[in-house]
């Protein structure tokens, strides 16, 4: 459905976006993650030709990008981070407007819109100004507006951004339906938003990707180092750091928290060598007094900071 190659913005002398290629499948729900500033508002604007790129190509149901701008922009729907209404219009005034702009057939015009009210849950507010809505209800009628010509494929710049608990969850519900029938393609800095809404998740840092999967595929990715929590009292962090760096396939060792009584330490260890045994004869062997000894499982907030470190 998309294929981009080698797409890369400069903004004068800075890269935005670095020489980075994907594909993205009809149907497939795609999170863009990424913290600000890591590229992803400029990627999302060079796949709907809002931004032309500084090198690469972008085709979109095999159509150049740079050959045919206005047929790629037919098959999508754009909704930026701040949606640009026209606030002192009602919300059925607005959506009939965008309707006519649409070219949609005054025939089916009157059907859409009340498909959209009821899809994006805006039947209470259909006769009020746009500038008396709340945030949640004005992204709801961007949402409208986004899809209100039927587009194929759907482009949601950071689409709760600013937006409470409760309205994040509808917006949500919102997104997986339109999934079920589009292709669908959301920034977010958020990773319980990215897990609970998409198919697939491609993290995009300093304007590369650094990872490109689904979240079980980006787990067991983390999963190829071992992360082992361990609290002793009777001896000093050092003390414990000498003995553990002995270790074989250790990598680090962290410490959390150390008191008179207690330390508590992070191991990590790479491949698929389990360290704990090796770890439990050394202490065995001393005075130490084990009171936690568990392995971490990898969220995705602890592998989202792995791969967007600054270095």
Not at 25 to 33: I, K
Not at 55 to 84: F, H, M, Q, R, W
Not at 149 to 156: A, C, K, Q, S, V
Request: charged share 30%.
């Amino acid at each position: 459905m998309i294929h981009a190659e080698n797409l890369t913005k400069y903004y004068r002398d800075f890269c935005a976006v670095d020489q980075i290629s994907f594909d993205i499948r009809p149907g497939e729900v795609l999170g863009l993650l990424g913290p600000n500033g890591a590229g992803k508002t400029t990627t999302l604007r060079m796949l709907t030709g809002f931004l032309k790129p500084t090198d690469g190509t972008v085709k979109i149901k095999n159509i150049s990008i740079d050959e045919n701008p206005l047929e790629i922009k037919k098959l999508i729907g754009y909704l930026p981070e701040s949606a640009p209404l026209y606030h002192e219009m009602l919300v059925y005034d607005y959506l009939n407007f965008v309707a006519d702009i649409r070219q949609i057939n005054s025939g089916k015009k009157e059907t859409r819109i009340r498909e959209l009210a009821n899809l994006c849950g805006l039947n209470k507010v259909m006769h009020k100004p746009i500038a008396v809505l709340s945030k949640g209800y004005k992204q709801r009628v961007g949402l409208a507006h986004a899809i209100l010509g039927d587009p194929e494929i759907l482009i949601l710049d950071e689409p709760t951004s600013g937006l409470d608990p409760n309205q994040i969850v509808e917006i949500r519900e919102i997104i997986r339906r339109i999934g079920r029938e589009k292709t669908v393609i959301l920034s977010t800095h958020i990773l319980s938003e990215a897990e609970a809404t998409c198919d697939r998740i491609m993290i995009i840092h300093q304007g590369r990707i650094v990872a490109d999967g689904d979240a079980a595929d980006l787990r067991r990715a983390a999963d190829e180092k071992h992360r082992i929590r361990v609290g002793l009292t009777g001896a000093t962090f050092d003390t414990i750091k000498k003995s553990f760096e002995k270790v074989e396939g250790v990598e680090t060792i962290d410490l959390i928290n150390e008191n008179d009584m207690q330390v508590t330490l992070d191991l990590v260890s790479s491949g698929k060598m389990d360290i704990r045994g090796e770890l439990y004869r050394r202490i065995k062997a001393t005075d130490w007094i084990l009171y936690e000894f568990s392995q971490q499982v990898e969220s995705l907030e602890t592998i989202f900071r792995e791969l967007t470190k600054e270095n």
